[in-house]
């Protein structure tokens, strides 16, 4: 009777031993490589060799852990063959479905499932992450027909198997992955793996290390596509920007000169700024993508409207000290001496169409005099002709969400826009209406045109935090270090996976 109960115990251990080693971690191997549909792709050889034994190490754990913790002990409290083909299969199931759904979430979003995204994953429903009902239904039918086969054939695959996968102490691949476990925690601690592609797997999650400084890993894709501009006008254009402006700083008695520049211009009295602080506003205002992106170019990805102006042959004179120190005189005088330097080579109408830039950190009344000598120095040398003037803030500052944005045409027409409009739409828009660029949002933005009335929300982005602005519910969603907040009842938290899907829009090519 004891020899019989310790046989049949063997037998369903073997039986579990072999599925789980012999199908289920190949399986979810084959699962996992969706992660890497994520673009976080090692730089060295030393990521290479991470990447593989973490990968074999991570996965293996998984499926022994599920093995010996949850299977093997019903099993030896109820060795019954039919009861260990029900437990492995869900368990096997169950753990399987978890490594997709989580390799989904980290190649879609960048967060594992275990973040923030299960909360909101199980409040407002899975076809989220899965894109859409029927994605859903697909999974579903497929982790049905997968019972039914493992069901149906498990006498043939547990024969198959047999032999191959006996006792665990002698086999191979328990040997292996702990090899592989111990070899990653040693990489991770001993070399510089950056932080990113440690995530992708989060075998080390809690394991410290020395602090280093890394770009973010991701692959930048952008833009993304072909602008196809097919605009011959080439005017001349003036892009003046202040590190720091907002609506309230806007009136006739703080900056008057400016301010009366509104007769001649289009206004835009609701344009929202999209960071969270200056340097991330120079760069939205740029390039057209969330501030979240920076860390991810290199010295290779410019501004799509920069590449545009060398394939048109622009002359491109951009004046920024390169200093984030709002208010600072002498960073300004050095800008105005180099403006000044410029004027004296440049001169007349006839030469190449020109692009300058220029960013100012003065505010307030100090910041009005160097716009207006600036515009005034330009009209003298009769470099104003056939030219488009934007003038426009980086950052809001604590003062409010909206920074001014005047677009100055050469027709010099007068118009006031009340609708929301934001610093991603603002050069996107100069594209396609000048150079008639048709993909300049598409392959280069995730802003609107900005004459378009209706905005549904807004992302605001910054290091390790975003912000949803609500448009229509009038309200934000804050999301910091992984923890969502929103003081309104009716906030849309599912708002948050657009706003993560834009967040990783230039990840990967569309």
């Known amino acids: 009777m004891i020899k019989n109960s310790m046989n049949r115990r063997n037998f369903t251990?073997?039986?579990?031993?072999?599925?789980?080693?012999?199908?289920?971690?190949?399986?979810?191997?084959?699962?996992?490589?969706?992660?890497?549909?994520?673009?976080?792709?090692?730089?060295?050889?030393?990521?290479?060799?991470?990447?593989?034994?973490?990968?074999?190490?991570?996965?293996?754990?998984?499926?022994?852990?599920?093995?010996?913790?949850?299977?093997?002990?019903?099993?030896?409290?109820?060795?019954?063959?039919?009861?260990?083909?029900?437990?492995?299969?869900?368990?096997?199931?169950?753990?399987?479905l978890f490594i997709f759904v989580d390799a989904l979430s980290f190649s879609s979003y960048h967060l594992h499932i275990y973040s923030y995204l299960s909360k909101l994953l199980a409040e407002q429903g899975i076809h989220h992450l899965i894109g859409s009902s029927a994605g859903v239904l697909v999974l579903t039918t497929g982790a049905l027909v997968m019972t039914v086969f493992l069901w149906v054939r498990g006498d043939a695959l547990w024969r198959y198997m047999s032999g191959r996968f006996s006792n665990p102490i002698r086999n191979w691949y328990l040997l292996l992955i702990i090899l592989c476990l111990g070899t990653s925690k040693v990489l991770h601690w001993t070399n510089d793996i950056h932080p990113k592609l440690a995530d992708m797997l989060p075998l080390n999650f809690h394991i410290p290390r020395l602090a280093h400084e890394f770009h973010d890993n991701r692959r930048f894709y952008y833009p993304s596509d072909n602008l196809v501009c097919q605009g011959k006008q080439n005017p001349n254009v003036v892009l003046i920007v202040l590190r720091e402006w907002s609506t309230a700083d806007y009136t006739p008695e703080m900056m008057p000169q400016t301010f009366h520049m509104k007769r001649h211009a289009l206004n835009f009295n609701?344009?929202?700024?999209?960071?969270?602080?200056?340097?991330?506003?120079?760069?939205?205002?740029?390039?057209?993508?969330?501030?979240?992106?920076?860390?991810?170019?290199?010295?290779?990805?410019?501004?799509?409207?920069?590449?545009?102006?060398?394939?048109?042959?622009?002359?491109?004179?951009?004046?920024?000290?390169?200093?984030?120190?709002?208010?600072?005189?002498?960073?300004?005088?050095?800008?105005?001496?180099?403006?000044?330097?410029?004027?004296?080579?440049?001169?007349?109408?006839?030469?190449?169409?020109?692009?300058?830039?220029?960013?100012?950190s003065q505010r307030s009344l100090e910041a009005d005099k160097l716009v207006h000598q600036i515009i005034m120095d330009l009209q003298k040398e009769e470099l104003l002709r056939n030219t488009h003037i934007l003038i426009t803030g980086a950052f809001p500052g604590p003062t409010g969400p909206n920074v001014p944005l005047l677009w100055v045409t050469p027709e010099r027409r007068p118009a006031e826009f009340n609708h929301v409009t934001s610093q991603y739409d603002v050069l996107p828009s100069f594209m396609q209406r000048v150079w008639s660029c048709k993909k300049a949002f598409k392959a280069a933005s995730v802003g609107e045109p900005l004459e378009k009335t209706e905005r549904d929300w807004i992302l605001v982005s910054g290091k390790d935090e975003f912000r949803i602005v609500d448009v229509r519910k009038d309200n934000v969603i804050s999301v910091t270090s992984g923890k969502v907040s929103a003081p309104a009842q009716n906030a849309r938290y599912e708002l948050i996976f657009s706003g993560l899907k834009l967040m990783t829009k230039f990840s990967r090519p569309n």
Request: aromatic share 14%.
């Open 13 to 96: 251990l073997a039986w579990g031993r072999q599925l789980f080693f012999g199908l289920s971690w190949p399986f979810s191997s084959l699962i996992a490589v969706l992660y890497l549909r994520s673009f976080i792709l090692p730089e060295t050889q030393v990521d290479w060799v991470y990447l593989i034994v973490t990968f074999i190490g991570h996965l293996g754990f998984l499926n022994a852990a599920v093995y010996f913790l949850l299977f093997c002990p019903v099993i030896l409290l109820l060795p019954s063959y039919y009861i260990s083909r029900l437990w492995a299969l869900l368990l096997i199931l169950t753990l399987n």
């Open 270 to 360: 609701s344009n929202m700024g999209v960071a969270t602080d200056v340097e991330g506003g120079l760069f939205s205002l740029l390039y057209s993508v969330p501030a979240s992106y920076k860390p991810s170019i290199d010295l290779k990805t410019r501004p799509a409207i920069l590449r545009e102006l060398t394939d048109r042959r622009y002359e491109v004179v951009t004046l920024d000290s390169g200093k984030s120190t709002v208010g600072n005189f002498s960073e300004d005088a050095e800008t105005m001496i180099r403006f000044k330097q410029w004027l004296m080579n440049r001169s007349g109408g006839e030469l190449q169409p020109y692009f300058l830039s220029v960013v100012l």
